[in-house]
């Protein structure tokens, strides 16, 4: 945290904004110092927010007609200053010329905002935050906000190694933050929004397992649970937190339908899908799969009788994917595919299952 900073956190994480006195606007000059090389062209410069800087410019062009690329005349020189100046000028002036704010302050302010005011879920948040800490802090956290360019940003977001998707969220992080810092400090500079966002490739074709493969899978689960848990899961649609948190007074054996009322997210329970409570038709084989218990208890529980470890059920998962010779598939995208369309309500046929389980 800087000495000059005036924010000062609550319990909550909060950063309560107090103004800073308006500092002197950006102002600088160029000057010329003798190199074993020859003469060599500087600008010496302060930044809206008090900063000094330092910059070498290039060799001087002492003879007569127009300089080589790379040199500078005294004019040249002039007029590169000016145009930096007149940048910094244009996302420094009032009220931003006041706001002396960090980045890492606005960047806490941001998952503080996302995680409670907006209610992200826990998982969302922790993302969020694992991103910061690995990628962007490192770079910019102890920058100004009006320091940031956007060539900057371009150069990291692009020079780091990983997915576009990954790039993308990287961006969209730091164009939230800023986007709150505009509310939060005033801040009127955002150089996010002239990012070049990656492209992102868009697969329509859906991986899918075969019926065959469904039970394949199925067979070949650690226990009995595991397989029940599969199958409802091929049927159903169901997410992975939706299976978990998933209950026995929201299951009706009788009406063949069952009713998703939260999510466990691995902290704490959370709203399902689209935010609503929603009723899933069940198949007549996760129906008689299924051995009911008590309205209060989980359908599929740990052996604790809490809720199961997200993490030990996708290591299971992929181990039953391995077990039954299956080519990788992401649990999301197995219990996506064969879902019972909403509108049937009744029980459905073994022969109406089939065509479930082939769509």
Not at 57 to 63: D, E, R
Not at 258 to 274: D, H, M, N
Request: charged share 25%.
């Amino acid at each position: 945290m800087s000495p000059t900073s005036s924010s000062n956190r609550t319990r909550h994480g909060r950063v309560d904004i107090q103004p800073f006195p308006v500092v002197q606007p950006p102002s600088g000059h160029v000057f010329c110092v003798q190199r074993q090389s020859g003469l060599v062209w500087y600008a010496k410069y302060r930044t809206g927010t008090g900063r000094q800087i330092q910059k070498k410019l290039g060799p001087a062009w002492t003879s007569r007609g127009r300089p080589p690329a790379g040199s500078f005349t005294r004019p040249v020189a002039e007029q590169w200053l000016c145009g930096t100046l007149e940048r910094i000028r244009a996302r420094t002036t009032p009220p931003d010329a006041g706001t002396r704010a960090l980045f890492d302050e606005a960047a806490a302010e941001w998952l503080r905002y996302v995680e409670h005011d907006r209610r992200r879920k826990p998982t969302t948040v922790r993302g969020y935050r694992i991103l910061l800490e690995v990628h962007v802090l490192p770079e910019f956290g102890d920058m100004l906000l009006t320091e940031i360019t956007t060539e900057q940003i371009e150069r990291w977001a692009w020079g780091i190694s990983c997915a576009a998707t990954t790039r993308l969220k990287l961006i969209v992080c730091l164009s939230g933050i800023y986007h709150r810092a505009r509310r939060v400090w005033g801040l009127t500079y955002d150089p996010v929004d002239e990012v070049q966002r990656p492209p992102i490739k868009r697969d329509y074709d859906v991986e899918v397992y075969s019926p065959s493969e469904v039970f394949a899978l199925v067979d070949a689960a650690d226990d009995e649970q595991d397989a029940v848990l599969l199958l409802t899961a091929a049927f159903t649609g169901l997410r992975l937190g939706e299976i978990v948190a998933l209950r026995w007074r929201d299951v009706d054996l009788d009406r063949h339908v069952l009713r998703v009322r939260a999510s466990w997210s691995g902290y704490e329970l959370t709203f399902p899908k689209a935010g609503r409570v929603r009723s899933v038709p069940l198949a007549p084989q996760v129906a008689d799969a299924l051995r009911p218990g008590g309205p209060g208890e989980l359908v599929f529980p740990g052996r604790d009788g809490n809720y199961l470890d997200r993490s030990a059920l996708r290591r299971r998962y992929r181990s039953a994917q391995r077990a039954a010779g299956l080519r990788p598939l992401r649990f999301h995208d197995y219990a996506d595919v064969f879902v019972m369309p909403t509108s049937l309500r009744m029980p459905c046929s073994e022969a109406d299952s089939a065509l479930v389980l082939s769509a």
